[in-house]
């Protein structure tokens, strides 16, 4: 069964770190882009940041670019988003998303809440 599980969302006080795990199951992430998504309520969702498959071209929005940083371990089979200097306007829901290029494969997590408090 295909799975992608997000962890380590939480509340936070403004300032503070969060480190946001996505693990997946079923399918091996090694030949897929890997994307953090966030949608607050009220709001469209906005791509927060993403990886391509190797690793090698990261990219951010704008709103998070100096504090959060997008990595993955191929290995363990999971990608990561680290949050430093969180804003109230960062709380939302985080969910990651995994692309195969060229192919109809597309997997989505369930989320996980991050709440910054101010």
């Known amino acids: 069964q295909v799975q992608l599980v997000e962890s380590g969302g939480g509340l936070v006080q403004a300032g503070g770190s969060l480190r946001l795990s996505c693990a997946a199951s079923?399918?091996?992430?090694?030949?897929?882009?890997m994307t953090w998504y966030r949608q607050a309520p009220g709001k469209e969702r906005e791509l927060v940041a993403s990886?391509?498959?190797?690793?090698?071209?990261?990219k951010y929005a704008d709103s998070v670019k100096g504090r959060f940083t997008i990595s993955r371990d191929n290995a363990k089979n999971t990608v990561y988003l680290q949050m430093n200097s969180l804003k109230p306007e960062d709380t939302a829901v985080y969910r990651c998303?995994?692309?195969?290029?060229?192919?109809?494969?597309?997997?989505w997590g369930q989320g996980t809440q991050v709440t910054v408090s101010s």
């Open positions: 998303n995994a692309f195969r290029l060229g192919t109809d494969y597309i997997y």
């Open positions: 079923g399918f091996t992430i090694s030949s897929y882009a």
């Open positions: 990886i391509t498959s190797t690793g090698g071209i990261t």
